[in-house]
């Protein structure tokens, strides 16, 4: 069974970067038909994606976010890890990371149950 | 880009059939996954393709699409089935997912 876990401070101020990783356990981070994802959810904005690394390292980011973000991994410790700079108020959520089937029409099979983070002074 | 529109909250009494629509231009011609997400869970996918139940999912859970609106439908509803719910495709012109903005289940 494949299982993600985030972690992370829990608590960031404005302006400084929230980091976080996510643990991978049973699959490879770094080989098969899928790809690792950043997925956060805000009362306000539901669920929003982030961004996504292939197991090439290739990475893609959502547009809205793509100035501030990056998204790497660490293959001898199957993790993923996500970076997001210069953190505002709105930037509250619930982080999550997904393992995501690529079919053309991708979805997201395996979820975490996500990282709290606050973003206040 | 691409708009999914979900209402925020369905109530259903226990027993009963609740729907759940998912509006979006063309929506039929598009596969669309459902998620259910419960507070202090991980999301579970509990459909994929429109209509394909992954191993696990109960089957008093099943999709549809039709025209602008694909439908999550739960028979039976049990208090268990409390949760928000996703729709979920793939936009294909910005190489990315996007999502409804959830549905909120509430068993009367």
């Known amino acids: 069974q494949v299982q993600l876990q985030e972690s992370g401070p829990g608590l960031v101020k404005p302006s400084q970067t929230l980091s976080l990783t996510c643990t991978v356990s049973?699959?490879?981070?770094?080989?098969?038909?899928?790809?690792w994802s950043w997925i956060r959810q805000s009362a306000g904005n539901g669920l929003e994606w982030i961004g996504r690394?292939?197991?090439?390292?290739?990475?893609n980011y959502n547009p809205s976010l793509r100035s501030r973000v990056t998204i790497s991994s660490d293959t001898s410790k199957n993790q993923i890890s996500l970076n997001l700079y210069s953190v505002t108020a709105a930037d509250t959520a619930l982080y999550h990371c997904?393992?995501?089937?690529?079919?053309?029409?991708?979805?997201?099979?395996?979820w975490g149950q996500g990282a709290l983070v606050t973003v206040s002074s | 880009s691409y708009v999914l529109t979900q209402p925020p909250s369905v109530s259903v009494a226990p027993g009963r059939t609740a729907r759940i629509p998912c509006g979006g231009n063309s929506i039929g011609s598009k596969s669309v996954h459902w998620y259910q997400v419960k507070s202090g869970q991980a999301p579970v996918m509990v459909i994929s393709y429109n209509i394909d139940r992954p191993s696990g999912i109960t089957e008093r859970l099943s999709g549809s699409t039709s025209g602008n609106t694909a439908t999550l439908t739960i028979s039976r509803v049990e208090a268990g089935d409390e949760a928000d719910y996703y729709c979920q495709v793939w936009d294909v012109v910005g190489d990315r997912p996007v999502f409804g903005g959830g549905t909120k289940l509430t068993v009367l």
């Open positions: 997904a393992r995501a089937y690529s079919s053309g029409w991708d979805y997201f099979d395996f």
């Open positions: 049973g699959a490879s981070i770094s080989s098969g038909s899928h790809y």
């Open positions: 690394i292939y197991t090439n390292g290739h990475t």
